[in-house]
Every structure is written in C-alpha cells, then in structure tokens.
C-alpha cells in the first residue's frame, strides 16, 4: 500500500501540472454529492496518470487548459477511493476523519507522541500502523523507523519510554523525508505520476532484507508476522520484549 513518501510524490508532481485548471467532466466518480473538493486514496494498487490505462480504469477526469487534459486512475484490486465532498468537510469520510496528526506538523512533538504511546498496551506496531496515533506509516516505514532505534514491534506502545518515543518519532521523519527523496519505494504497484518506480527499496535496512545480514551488527534479518502484517527484525538490535509475570 502507498505510504506517505508514495503519495507525497504524486501529490508534488501533480501539483504543477493541475493547479488552475478546472475539472470540467468527471466520470466513474465514487459517490459524488456535488460538492467541490476532491478527495483521493490510491488503496493498494491506485496509480494515477496522464496516460490512458488499458485495463481497471476507475475514474476519468476532463480538465481545462492546453493537453494532457486528461487524468485517469485505475486500480486493479479496487481498494482505492475517489470522492467529491465539501471543502474540508472530511468527518463523512471515516477513514479521513480518523486520521492522526501529520508526522511534519510542528504540533507533533515528542511530548505528543510520546503521551499517545503511553495510553496504549498493545504492541507498538499495529498502533503506528492503525494510523491514529500518526497518519502516514505503513509496514515498510514502521519497519524502518523501529530498527532505527532499537524497539522490537512486539513491546507494548506504553512500555516504550519517553526518551525512545521521541527518538522514534525523529528516526519516522527522517525516514519519511528520504523515501520523498527518492520519490517512494516500488516492490510491485506503485508507480509516479510519470510512470516511474520510486527508488528507496535499494536503502532499506531491514525490510524485505530476510536472512540477509544486519546492516548494523551482522546478525541474520528474521521476517516474523505482527499484527497480520509481514515484520522484519533484528533479534540482536531489537531485543523481543519479555513476558511480564502476572501478579499473584
């Protein structure tokens, strides 16, 4: 699924081409209500392109101004959202309405992430992953950011400490900001406005990095299942939380 450097790449490289122009037809739109701001979720496999697809077109936008003056998005598994609503007015859309803070917004502090943590017993990964405590981190870049500061995916959210809560969030920016570098990482759908593969798989650590070697200490990487999702780990640089003895 695209995670917030994947959509960060399409949003600026359409943002030149789109800004101005009016959306003059729009056809195969999801459940419009006449409103005047569109919204887009890509899901799993959504790309967005000048291009005209020849399979699993979802929507076709007519815009205004000098060709290409079509925007076509499709999306094989159908995962993927196109919705009309009023400007802002998000709280019809759940998905949206229950998004976290944006990870480059100054409000989110360590203090902030830090208390989020702190309300949770679950395991620190399905809760990043849940995208309430912080919109945008998906199973690659929690993977990435939890190597990055030692914390196995099982430790439960509140038995992280503050000073590891606000290391974490440090290490999730500057890997957000350096996948947007590189325009996102591709294993299999996910392409650029301009057709293109993001480049950021060729700097992962650990994910998708299973029997290979710890780029840190040389320990084996081992691949293990958290929360139904695929998890990469080092058992040596993310030491596996031990089990608390229930008091008698």
């Given at each position: 699924?695209?995670?917030?450097?994947?959509?960060?790449t399409?949003?600026?490289?359409?943002?030149?081409?789109?800004?101005?122009?009016?959306?003059?037809?729009?056809?195969?739109?999801?459940?419009?209500?006449?409103?005047?701001?569109?919204?887009?979720?890509?899901?799993?496999?959504?790309?967005?392109?000048?291009?005209?697809?020849?399979?699993?077109l979802?929507?076709?936008?007519?815009?205004?101004?000098?060709?290409?003056?079509?925007?076509?998005?499709?999306?094989?598994?159908r995962?993927?959202?196109?919705?009309?609503?009023?400007?802002?007015?998000?709280a019809?859309l759940?998905?949206?309405?229950?998004?976290?803070?944006?990870?480059?917004?100054?409000?989110?502090?360590?203090?902030?992430?830090?208390?989020?943590?702190?309300?949770?017993?679950?395991?620190?990964?399905?809760?990043?992953?849940s995208?309430?405590?912080v919109?945008g981190l998906?199973?690659?870049y929690?993977?990435e950011?939890?190597?990055?500061?030692?914390v196995?995916?099982?430790?439960?959210?509140?038995?992280?400490?503050?000073?590891?809560?606000?290391?974490?969030?440090?290490?999730?920016?500057?890997?957000?900001?350096?996948?947007?570098?590189?325009?996102?990482?591709?294993?299999?759908?996910?392409r650029?406005?301009?057709?293109?593969?993001?480049?950021?798989?060729?700097?992962?650590?650990?994910y998708?990095?299973?029997?290979?070697?710890?780029?840190?200490?040389?320990?084996?990487?081992?691949?293990?299942?958290?929360?139904?999702?695929?998890?990469h780990?080092?058992?040596?640089?993310?030491?596996?939380?031990?089990?608390?003895?229930?008091?008698?």
């Amino acid at each position: 699924m695209p995670e917030l450097p994947e959509v960060e790449t399409v949003r600026r490289e359409l943002e030149p081409w789109l800004t101005g122009r009016t959306i003059r037809i729009a056809r195969r739109v999801e459940a419009p209500s006449g409103g005047d701001e569109l919204v887009l979720h890509l899901g799993m496999t959504g790309i967005l392109s000048p291009d005209p697809p020849t399979q699993h077109l979802r929507v076709e936008l007519a815009l205004s101004g000098p060709a290409p003056d079509r925007l076509y998005f499709r999306d094989a598994r159908r995962f993927g959202r196109c919705l009309v609503v009023r400007a802002g007015r998000y709280a019809a859309l759940p998905t949206l309405a229950a998004l976290g803070p944006e990870p480059f917004d100054p409000a989110f502090t360590d203090e902030v992430f830090a208390a989020s943590l702190a309300r949770s017993r679950g395991p620190i990964k399905p809760l990043l992953l849940s995208q309430r405590v912080v919109a945008g981190l998906g199973n690659i870049y929690v993977d990435e950011a939890l190597f990055e500061v030692g914390v196995h995916p099982l430790r439960p959210a509140n038995r992280v400490t503050p000073s590891e809560a606000g290391r974490l969030r440090r290490a999730s920016i500057a890997i957000l900001e350096r996948a947007i570098a590189h325009r996102g990482t591709t294993f299999s759908d996910y392409r650029t406005v301009n057709g293109e593969v993001g480049a950021y798989a060729a700097r992962l650590s650990v994910y998708a990095h299973e029997g290979e070697p710890c780029p840190r200490c040389g320990t084996p990487i081992e691949k293990l299942v958290v929360g139904q999702r695929g998890t990469h780990v080092c058992p040596r640089c993310q030491p596996k939380p031990r089990t608390r003895r229930a008091r008698k």
